[in-house]
């Protein structure tokens, strides 16, 4: 695999997973097939996006938007993305309440009946409630129970409180000493905890201020998202139409083609070795000739002779051609001192 085309699969899925990020953190489930619900609520209590849904304590579904509603600015419109494999009662109820002490929030849908082909569809727009801090943590059908089990055990604490004081083995400055001290221990785990709060306020803020940046960078680069999944989706488009079939009998075709002309090289260099060997141990013509120390010099001398030839006849060209119209004598030829054909004369003897 090249380097251009891993380079492309990383971005690609670079590119996805920004995508499924940002879908994810606006609270919609692009793993699973879901349906969309409405519900219109007076007050949401600050239920923030991405929070669950719930059917029986179990996650169905999450908070996928929330906007003002257009007929009526008092009211808020939730947007709840549920797992399509859920069927819901079309007089079903969407209870906001709280699943823990530090204010978080959840959507529990209550159904009312059971049904099997006349359920909410995806757009329907379901009623809503909301439910305090204790209805949230107490069931309603146990709440009065509570109440019962706990004026019985408050009970039974004041009546020992009661004779506690009565009795005359323990005196009252011992039973107000001790409330003192769990007045103190009360009053220092207060202390600790607003030291605490204070101390971790500022983090809180920063946390709270990075995540709406996070949140309206997000928004801002809404179409620039957008852009990227149309890209990604033509992407896959035109991979999906791609013939890989073709594509591989077009590839197999260039490899045989390749593999041919491999061969014809190797054997072609095979036979160039061979020619090579023979020129070198001095067999055919061409290896006479490189061999062959005498058809060197020879040749050499001849060159040298042709050469000087030449250069004398530049420089004498009567000596070879000496016409006389009118019938002269010629003159005899002088040889020059400085004939270099001294020199080749003298290198030959040598």
């Not at 699969?9 to 920004?18: M, V």
């Not at 993305?81 to 978080?104: E, H, K, M, W, Y």
């Not at 420089?315 to 002269?328: A, C, E, H, I």
């Amino acid at each position: 695999m090249s380097r251009e085309i891993k380079i492309g699969l990383l971005t690609i899925i670079a590119l996805i997973g920004a995508v499924w990020g940002y879908k994810f953190l606006k609270g919609q489930n692009l793993l699973s097939r879901s349906n969309v619900f409405y519900v219109v609520y007076k007050d949401v209590d600050n239920l923030p996006v991405s929070s669950p849904v719930l059917v029986n304590g179990l996650q169905v579904g999450v908070v996928q938007d929330l906007h003002l509603y257009e007929k009526d600015p008092d009211k808020v419109v939730v947007v709840l993305d549920v797992d399509r494999s859920i069927r819901v009662p079309r007089d079903s109820r969407a209870i906001i309440q709280t699943t823990s002490f530090l204010g978080n929030k959840a959507i529990n849908l209550a159904f009312g009946t059971l049904c099997s082909d006349n359920c909410a569809v995806s757009g329907d727009t379901l009623s809503g409630e909301y439910a305090g801090l204790l209805e949230s943590m107490v069931p309603r059908e146990t709440l009065e129970s509570y109440f019962i089990l706990i004026r019985e055990n408050i009970g039974g604490v004041v009546d020992s409180i009661v004779t506690r004081l009565e009795n005359e083995d323990l005196g009252q400055g011992q039973v107000i000493d001790d409330v003192r001290a769990i007045i103190h221990n009360m009053k220092e785990l207060t202390g600790n905890l607003n030291q605490l709060i204070h101390s971790s306020s500022r983090s809180l803020v920063n946390i709270s201020k990075n995540l709406d940046s996070l949140t309206y960078g997000l928004k801002d680069n809404t179409d620039d998202i957008n852009r990227m999944v149309n890209n990604l989706t033509e992407i896959s488009e035109q991979l999906a139409s791609i013939n890989y079939e073709e594509l591989s009998d077009k590839a197999a075709s260039s490899i045989d083609t390749l593999n041919a002309t491999l061969n014809n090289l190797s054997h072609t260099s095979s036979e160039l070795d061979k020619l090579m060997t023979k020129i070198n141990s001095g067999e055919g013509t061409i290896g006479k000739m490189m061999n062959d120390e005498a058809l060197y010099e020879n040749l050499e001398m001849t060159t040298k002779n042709l050469e000087l030839l030449l250069q004398d006849f530049r420089l004498n060209p009567k000596r070879y051609v000496n016409v006389s119209v009118f019938g002269k004598r010629q003159r005899a030829y002088e040889v020059p001192e400085d004939d270099p054909a001294f020199e080749q004369d003298s290198t030959q003897k040598d």
